[in-house]
């Protein structure tokens, strides 16, 4: 059975950093493009961030030159860089497949709060 697990979420200041990762166990990893994506409170859970298995990127405008997303084949974990954070990043962020029909279980998240 596959597991994602999220982790590197936190509380941050506005124009701060960090990195979460997502680990991967079962086969999916090498197989499939691999994506980020969150969830604010009384809203629905968007894509952010997806990479292809070859490590082809994209990012949604509105994290456009702030978020990096990437990949560690050999560790089946997938990463997500955040630089300059904003109050509206405040959410739980998810891992998953990046495709909804490939989508496994999804795992427990990691919670971003950016507030001064």
């Known amino acids: 059975q596959v597991q994602l697990v999220e982790s590197g979420g936190g509380l941050v200041q506005p124009g701060g950093s960090l990195r979460l990762s997502c680990e991967a166990s079962?086969?999916?990893?090498?197989?499939?493009?691999m994506a980020w994506y969150r969830q604010a409170p009384g809203k629905q859970r968007d894509l952010v961030a997806a990479?292809?298995?070859?490590?082809?990127?994209s990012v949604v405008d509105s994290v456009k030159g702030r978020f990096i997303i990437s990949r560690d084949n050999a560790k089946n974990t997938v990463y997500l860089q955040m630089n300059s954070l904003k109050p509206e990043d405040t959410a739980v962020y998810y891992c998953?497949?990046?495709?909804?029909?490939?989508?496994?279980?999804w795992g427990q998240g990691t919670q971003v709060t950016v507030s001064s």
């Open positions: 990479i292809s298995r070859y490590g082809v990127t």
């Open positions: 998953n497949t990046a495709v909804a029909s490939t989508w496994r279980d």
């Open positions: 079962g086969s999916i990893f090498s197989i499939y493009a």
